[in-house]
């Protein structure tokens, strides 16, 4: 059993900063997750790619509309994983979720099908 926990949601205006967590928790999690990601859901949206990172290695995958403004970080030894949103715009509202899959995967994991483990998301709400 898996659990993600996010954590770090808030209001903030635009141009400002977040940072999001997401703590994993399972006995098991270090050695059998092989990526970790970031989704967001805006009202009336569907849930769409955010940011992923492998557990082991150094690639990272951003979607275009955050690439250059947000990063995503691990810290294996805490089972933790983190996305700082710097430059934040209206479009950014939505809940976001981490997400985590337990399968080694050749391509970059960039859909929600990909992952098999899921946290009950942050809202995240900017302001003008």
């Known amino acids: 059993q898996v659990q993600l926990v996010e954590s770090g949601g808030g209001l903030v205006q635009a141009g400002g900063s977040l940072t999001l967590s997401c703590a994993a928790s399972?006995?098991?999690?270090?050695?059998?997750?092989?990526?970790m990601g970031w989704f967001r859901q805006a009202p009336g949206k569907e849930r769409e790619f955010v940011a992923a990172?492998?557990?082991?290695?150094?690639?990272?995958y951003y979607a275009a509309s955050v690439k250059g403004r947000f990063t995503i970080s691990r810290d294996n030894a805490k089972n933790m994983v983190y996305l700082q949103m710097n430059s934040l715009k209206l479009e950014d509202t939505a809940v976001y979720f981490c997400a985590a899959r337990s399968r080694k995967i050749g391509t970059p994991p960039l859909s929600p099908g990909q992952y098999d483990y899921w946290g009950q998301g942050t809202q995240v709400t900017v302001s003008s």
């Open positions: 990172i492998r557990w082991s290695g150094f690639s990272t």
């Open positions: 399972g006995r098991t999690f270090s050695s059998s997750t092989n990526a």
